[in-house]
């Protein structure tokens, strides 16, 4: 059964991860066009990933969720299966300190569609609206255009490159980091 809805956008709506999410949650550690981007060099099995739920996604510094659509008729509370189609994943680390660290990805079939800012500024409204942090870290690989676009076009800003930080596919990638504060957020 999937977890309850927890906050929504204009287009998505988030909600909890469960164990049953693992398969799901497995596609970012093996399809390369997700993995890739977000710099996971190693695949993970699906036993893997119902550990890491247990061991990081619901840990109390950890504020992560499933993206999903279709979520306009599901009732709050537990949708049923079906209710919901999940698209992706919003992760928020260290919800419990100064500085969030923010990753999100959506799966290949809905890049291009919009649907990775309204995944962005969900999550980030709810990171602000529900923790007392400063502000929002996030990275992108220098090739990851889209990513890093999107990035600047909500407002980061880009504050420190690690020069060939990764080496994924074949080659050594820069990292470029950027961050966002409470109060730029609050200014748009």
């Known amino acids: ?90 992760n928020a680390r260290h919800v419990d300190g100064d500085r969030v660290w923010l990753s999100y990805w959506l799966l290949p079939e809905y890049h291009g569609e919009g649907y990775g800012r309204d995944v962005a500024e969900t999550g980030i409204d709810y990171v602000f609206e529900n923790y007392a942090v400063h502000g929002i870290t996030a990275g992108a690989y220098e090739f990851n255009d889209a990513s890093r676009g999107l990035l600047e076009a909500m407002g980061f800003t880009e504050v420190a490159r690690r020069r060939e930080s990764r080496y994924i596919d074949g080659d050594y990638y820069d990292e470029v980091r950027y961050d966002l504060l409470r109060r730029e957020w609050a200014e748009q």
């Open 1 to 90: 059964m999937p977890g309850p809805i927890v906050t929504e956008g204009d287009r998505v709506a988030f909600r909890t991860v469960e164990r049953d999410d693992a398969a799901f949650i497995q596609r970012s550690a093996t399809d390369p066009r997700i993995r890739y981007s977000l710099g996971s060099i190693h695949h993970r099995s699906r036993a893997q990933q119902e550990e890491g739920i247990e061991e990081w996604i619901e840990s109390d510094g950890t504020a992560t969720f499933i993206a999903c659509i279709d979520a306009d008729d599901a009732p709050r509370g537990h949708p049923e299966d079906g209710e919901t189609t999940p698209i992706g994943s919003f």
